[in-house]
């Protein structure tokens, strides 16, 4: 009798974990989605104290990682056929995009690159943000779209007000502003403003009126997804706060390839597919690749900085974080089938 009781005890919660609606486990996904912020204090707080070690090769390591990442996605043998299907998107697409970056930056055509960047990677942030809790309103079983439109446009419309707020000390976006008139980036803040709290008050009503009841992960991850900008209204400085907000963006950016992959190809026998599986499974293996990957462009970036070069490092930056926006929009679009097919089983359990 023993023996059974603590089996039958393990089952009982794993049945109550599965049906609160957690993704994977509440410490899996409290500290690595709900409060991923928690889990780069270390780093924020090398950022404050200025020491090198926590502030630019951990943040490069959780950076590049979280953007190599997406190119796992061209591995898998059950998305080549749509790949090559879609082959202008997916293949011909991020060449195009290089090229008109090279030329925007070659051209030197003033404040336009790093506008595009700022609001481009605001939308892609908030928009992860609104996958994830997607994710815990399907697993609760909601399919009203009322729902996802009301919870999807707070979020939204909350993270383009907060990285608004101090956008005065972003010179290049707040410049772009300043051209069209002196107080218009006083106005574009102030209608943000107001389109969040409108999106508010209309998540509200809609959560008043629905039918389901809102589980604790959907709840906790939802008050995430609300705050998730609360960086640009603590710091003055908007380019820090860019930095402390993308922290937890791509820690739960790669617990989420991390469970798929292991979900996805656990027990895969050759090819790609036991590769990564193979490194999902072993954290004594992934961990120590992502951090050579992390390192070796710090390391580029210091000889970068002794050569003189920043400039074109700064470039190469940038042009890997606009290929992984565009990229993520292909391969995260659940409005496709193949996404739904090959990504959404493994994250929700049905």
């Not at 590049?64 to 998107?89: C, I």
């Not at 209309?202 to 389901?212: D, K």
């Not at 706060?241 to 469970?259: F, G, K, S």
């Not at 951090?291 to 700064?314: E, K, P, Q």
Request: proline share 4%; aromatic share 16%; glycine share 6%.
């Amino acid at each position: 009798m023993a023996s059974v009781a603590p089996r039958g005890l393990r089952a009982s919660i794993a049945e109550r974990v599965a049906a609160a609606g957690w993704i994977k486990s509440p410490a899996f996904d409290f500290f690595l989605l709900i409060a991923a912020p928690l889990v780069t204090v270390p780093i924020m707080a090398g950022v404050y104290f200025k020491i090198p070690l926590l502030a630019i090769v951990a943040a490069l390591t959780l950076a590049f990682s979280h953007y190599w990442s997406t190119l796992a996605f061209y591995f898998w043998e059950d998305s080549r056929a749509y790949h090559r299907q879609r082959w202008v998107a997916f293949y011909a697409g991020p060449v195009v995009l290089a090229a008109v970056y090279l030329a925007l930056v070659a051209i030197g055509v003033p404040y336009f690159v790093q506008f595009m960047l700022f609001f481009w990677n605001t939308w892609h942030v908030a928009r992860q943000n609104c996958g994830i809790l997607s994710l815990y309103r399907t697993r609760a079983g909601v399919r009203d779209p009322s729902q996802k439109s009301a919870a999807n446009d707070a979020i939204i419309a909350i993270s383009l007000f907060l990285c608004l707020w101090n956008i005065g000390t972003h010179h290049q976006v707040s410049a772009l502003f300043g051209l069209i008139s002196p107080g218009f980036v006083h106005a574009v803040t102030w209608a943000a403003g107001i389109a969040a709290g409108l999106t508010v008050l209309r998540l509200i009503v809609a959560l008043v009126r629905r039918r389901e009841a809102v589980g604790l992960p959907e709840a906790l991850f939802l008050i995430t997804g609300l705050v998730f900008f609360y960086p640009y209204f603590l710091m003055r400085d908007s380019n820090y706060a860019t930095l402390i907000m993308l922290l937890p963006h791509y820690v739960q950016y790669l617990a989420l390839v991390w469970l798929l992959h292991r979900r996805k190809f656990a027990g895969a026998a050759g090819g790609a597919p036991q590769l990564l599986a193979g490194m999902s499974a072993k954290l004594v293996i992934l961990v120590p690749i992502l951090i050579v990957v992390g390192y070796s462009f710090s390391f580029l970036r210091d000889v970068a900085s002794a050569t003189d070069t920043m400039t074109w490092w700064n470039a190469l930056y940038l042009l890997i974080a606009f290929e992984h926006f565009y990229l993520d929009g292909l391969i995260w679009s659940f409005r496709r089938e193949h996404a739904r097919s090959t990504i959404l089983p493994h994250l929700v359990g049905r």
